[in-house]
């Protein structure tokens, strides 16, 4: 067995068919969106919540899905979480997150890509594969500096 404090905690969701993840330390909040407070996300990828203004990354547009469906009657949630120099954004989900747990060794850095038509491997810094009860996910970690101030 191996000793739990060894386990790095990570905040998973989905985005088009990729499972994407930031560790828990750079997690805020998690925010359900009831369709009646939906209809405040403007257009211009920002999202007051409180005295603070929170820049939303689109995730779904940069996967190459469809932008993320806002209808009314489908509630989603807001992944509110930092990057390096401690700016507020915001990451939309359509189901809630799950919290996982992954040892270090199962995690592998990504080095950053020059093709540019890959916007996945751009977003990513390092990638964890699990294998249970013979499905194998592949967790893709996201890189908050690398997204937020594109190169």
Do not use: W
């Not at 386990?7 to 997690?27: C, E, N």
């Not at 257009?43 to 939303?56: E, F, P, R, S």
């Amino acid at each position: 067995m191996h000793n739990e404090s060894q386990l790095d905690k990570f905040l998973v969701f989905k985005i088009a068919d990729y499972l994407l993840a930031l560790p828990i330390t750079d997690v805020l909040k998690v925010i359900n969106f009831s369709s009646a407070n939906s209809k405040s996300l403007p257009t211009m990828g920002l999202v007051q919540i409180g005295q603070y203004i929170i820049k939303i990354l689109d995730l779904h547009q940069h996967l190459g899905s469809d932008t993320f469906p806002h209808s009314s009657d489908h509630p989603f949630f807001l992944v509110v979480a930092h990057h390096s120099q401690q700016e507020l954004c915001g990451i939309l989900i359509d189901e809630p997150p799950d919290i996982v747990e992954l040892l270090p060794e199962t995690i592998r850095f990504l080095p950053r890509s020059s093709n540019h038509s890959k916007p996945l491997i751009e977003m990513v810094s390092h990638v964890a594969v699990l294998s249970e009860q013979e499905v194998v996910k592949t967790i893709f970690l996201l890189d908050l500096k690398r997204i937020a101030e594109p190169v």
